[in-house]
């Protein structure tokens, strides 16, 4: 019990990330609002920059900038910067997924006037 | 100046894609011509360096002037070369066929459908050439999201389809960044030779000595068959092919799963090397029954459908499942096969929904409409005829070699299910083009083209049509059947050049001890 709870205490972001990621793919398979799949999509993706994010993290360690009196030579003394800057780029390609996303939510909307994935169904085709 | 080459394929697209965007309000009759010159001045640079690799060897380009690992490399291998030529000749065919499909399709949005065409195509040029892992990520982003805007424009079902695209599509893009993500904790690296390095240090003996490698390995494919509709994960990709607009189509269907089986290719020989890739059996006869299935599925639903276009999309999910068997049949023929294979099919696929574009104007591209079509439109028959030739695979054809290097790649793998699945989806094949052509040649054409509602079943209403429909009726004009005949004239010249490809692209690629 005790090794369990140190091994869940050593790799708790492993396990955040991985609930996280299921709930996200959870709302986009089995919501059937279509608003309500694109915020499944959010999370999911967030998951996965959280999962980046905390893999830079390290204890007592600085931040990323050059301090003359660390020098280069411990690279312990400095966090990794480069997941975050990794995902500032997938945070640019999310927000651009969701952008198109919904602009294609609201032309739905706007031709059956419901984003119920199965009332759009049937009306398409009832036609 | 030969030295930035590899930049140059895809700077005049992304500059395009800019000008267009800018240039929409103030030059519209121009935005046509400037998008062709970025087109074709990305295909010049693409042809100039496959010469440039195929007589110097490769070239890797860093962007910035950043050397790996830290910078960003594009690498020019004769591989990554020739796809880059066939992606931006795709591209430029595509483009020069469907001026006139484009106008009627995105009437006033035409500047921007122009802007996000050649993003798509920079996006794919890009996932082609680059050297980095995470830039590949970025790059799957940019050629996606430009493919889910042009695609959602069409019938009525486009929009929810190319919807339901973006939600799949995102979610395979994300599994592939995840396995990159794993990747960096135990290598600390992104670039993709580096990369290769470290996981050969690491892992000598297999990725079975490392679980995070191999689940870095298992994410990674996960993303790219969910990107590439590979059986189990196929759903999006009829809906989103059959429903769109047709020039968006023929970009889009040739090209994504075609370079998602490139990045396949290049993750087993340049990430992974091909022993750890192939490493784990369970994996690889998984992905076996996968691809066997994929085959199986997509011929048999294909022989369901009564559009044109909705058979092919399931003739290209079979074709999906060549390309990824052939990957991991683990000998030298089955990748062979698969690395042809990606050539050949983007080049049949191009060819087809080229055609099919061309009939669902003329005629209308349900087969109750196509009666009649050998005297309508016969050279976009003719046309149809050679794909569909190459597709069944009749040698001298393309899709005849790639078949054979596939089939003796599964034989000598004793994967016999893999190998009664290709010749099963053959015959098929068969049948389903035979089935289009009897229509085309015995079938009376309908009264109202297009409108296919009134029409009858095709093949047995020849009665109330005394005299011969006249030849040419329904043709497109020159400038669609230019590009078109190109295309499936260049199915023969690839049949004819299978040694030298195999002997100048392929066999440089692979390492030299595979069997």
Same mark, same amino acid.
């Given at each position: ?127 | ?95 020069? &066929? ?48 430009? %493919?889910?805007?042009?695609? /959602? ?9 190319? !919807? #339901? ?20 904790? *135990? ?28 689940? /870095? ?32 189509? &023929? ?9 998602? &089986? ?13 022993? /750890? ?6 994996? #690889? ?98 046309? !149809? ?58 079938? /009376? ?16 209403? %020849? ?30 010249? *690839?049949?004819? !050049? ?18």
């Amino acid at each position: 019990m005790h090794e369990l709870l140190a091994e869940f205490g050593n790799k708790f972001h492993y396990y955040g990330y991985f609930a996280i990621m299921m709930i996200g793919l959870y709302a986009m398979i089995a919501k059937t609002n279509l608003l309500k799949k694109c915020i499944g999509l959010g999370i999911f993706q967030t998951a996965i920059m959280l999962f980046y994010v905390s893999i830079g993290a390290k204890e007592g360690a600085g931040i990323p900038i050059l301090d003359p009196a660390v020098g280069t030579a411990d690279p312990a003394a400095y966090a990794n910067p480069l997941p975050h800057v990794l995902m500032l780029t997938a945070i640019v390609v999310s927000v651009a997924t969701l952008g198109v996303a919904l602009a294609l939510v609201q032309n739905i909307h706007r031709d059956h006037g419901t984003l119920e994935e199965d009332e759009i169904l049937q009306r398409l085709r009832g036609k | 100046m030969t030295g930035q080459l590899p930049i140059l394929t895809i700077a005049p697209l992304l500059f395009g894609a800019f000008a267009v965007t800018a240039g929409r309000f103030l030059f519209r009759r121009a935005n046509y011509a400037v998008a062709s010159l970025a087109l074709a001045a990305s295909f010049a640079a693409s042809v100039l360096l496959a010469i440039q690799i195929l007589t110097h060897g490769p070239a890797i380009y860093f962007v910035g002037g950043w050397p790996p690992p830290v910078g960003i490399s594009y690498v020019a291998d004769p591989l990554s070369a020739l796809m880059l030529a066939f992606v931006s000749g795709a591209a430029l065919c595509t483009f020069l &066929a469907s001026k006139s499909e484009i106008e009627t399709s995105y009437p006033l949005k035409n500047s921007a459908f122009y802007a996000l065409f050649l993003l798509a195509v920079a996006g794919h040029m890009g996932i082609v050439v680059t050297g980095d892992a995470f830039n590949l990520y970025v790059l799957i982003e940019v050629a996606a999201l430009s %493919g889910y805007a042009i695609l /959602a424009q069409g019938r009525e079902r486009a929009m929810l389809s190319s !919807l #339901n695209y973006l939600f799949v599509g995102s979610l395979g893009a994300s599994l592939y960044l995840l396995g990159v993500g794993y990747l960096y904790i *135990m290598t600390g690296s992104l670039n993709m030779a580096d990369l290769s390095a470290i996981i050969g240090r690491l892992t000598p003996d297999g990725l079975s000595g490392s679980t995070a490698l191999a689940a /870095a390995w298992g994410v990674i494919l996960a993303g790219l068959f969910v990107k590439m509709g590979l059986f189990p994960f196929h759903s999006w990709l009829p809906a989103a092919y059959s429903f769109s607009a047709a020039p968006a189509a &023929a970009l889009v269907a040739p090209l994504t799963t075609k370079v998602m &089986a490139y990045v396949l290719v290049r993750m087993i020989l340049s990430v992974f090397t091909p022993d /750890a890739a192939w490493g784990v059996p369970a994996i #690889n006869t998984l992905i076996l029954v996968l691809a066997t299935a994929a085959i199986l599925y997509g011929s048999f639903c294909a022989l369901a459908q009564r559009s044109l276009r909705k058979m092919l999309c399931f003739i290209l999910l079979s074709e999906v499942g060549y390309m990824v068997g052939g990957a991991f049949l683990g000998n030298r023929a089955g990748l062979t096969g698969t690395i042809y294979h990606i050539f050949a099919d983007l080049l049949m696929t191009l060819c087809l929904f080229l055609v099919a574009a061309n009939i669902e104007r003329g005629t209308g591209g349900r087969f109750s409409d196509m009666g009649g079509l050998f005297r309508r439109m016969p050279v976009t028959a003719a046309a !149809l005829v050679l794909g569909a030739a190459s597709m069944i695979g009749v040698p001298p054809f393309c899709g005849f070699f790639s078949k054979w290097y596939l089939l003796s790649g599964a034989i000598a793998a004793e994967s016999y299910a893999f190998a009664g699945a290709l010749v099963i989806s053959s015959l098929v094949n068969a049948v389903l083009f035979f089935r289009i052509f009897e229509i085309g040649f015995f079938g /009376a054409p309908p009264d109202h083209t297009g409108q296919a509602d009134q029409a009858e079943p095709a093949g047995e209403s %020849g009665h109330g049509h005394p005299g011969p429909i006249p030849f040419f009726r329904d043709e497109m004009p020159p400038a669609r059947l230019a590009p078109l005949c190109l295309v499936a004239a260049s199915l023969v010249v *690839m049949g004819l !050049l299978t040694g030298q490809i195999v002997r100048l692209v392929v066999d440089p690629i692979l390492p030299p001890g595979l069997g």
